[in-house]
Nanobody, 124 residues
Framework: QVQLVESGGGLVQAGGSLRLSCVAS????????MGWFRQAPGKERDFVAT????????LYADSVKGRFTISRDNAKNTVYLQMNSLKPEDTAVYYC?????????????????WGQGTQVTVSS
């Protein structure tokens, strides 16, 4: 069973950048579709970005297109989310998920494994 651990969250001013990392502390990520989702207080978990196992197919939520970049390094068993031009509305707990899928997918219900989340707070 895969165990996912996120890191890299924190407090940043609007317009700043953060890079989130998701490492498999047990198991391997290389054959999984991986995704980043976020959940603000009182709201549902929303899709942010996803990348297929090969890295060829990538999808982004409209709200983050052009600002966020998802990538993966299968040799390091790690998935990244580079977040630039952050806005206060990006404030949320960010979760990394792994799915037994061959293609990138934006549906949280299809993901089999989740990390514990990392808090991102963007001040105005």
């Amino acid at each position: 069973q895969v165990q996912l651990v996120e890191s890299g969250g924190g407090l940043v001013q609007a317009g700043g950048s953060l890079r989130l990392s998701c490492v498999a502390s047990r198991g391997t990520l290389s054959t999984y579709t991986m995704g980043w989702f976020r959940q603000a207080p009182g709201k549902e978990r929303d899709f942010v970005a996803t990348i297929g196992w090969s890295g060829r197919k990538i999808l982004y939520a409209d709200s983050v297109k052009g600002r966020f970049t998802i990538s993966r390094d299968n040799a390091k068993n790690t998935v990244y989310l580079q977040m630039n031009s952050l806005k206060p509305e990006d404030t949320a707990v960010y979760y990394c998920g792994g799915a037994w899928l061959t293609q990138a997918d934006d549906e949280a219900g299809k993901y089999n494994y989740w990390g514990q989340g990392t808090q991102v707070t963007v001040s105005s």
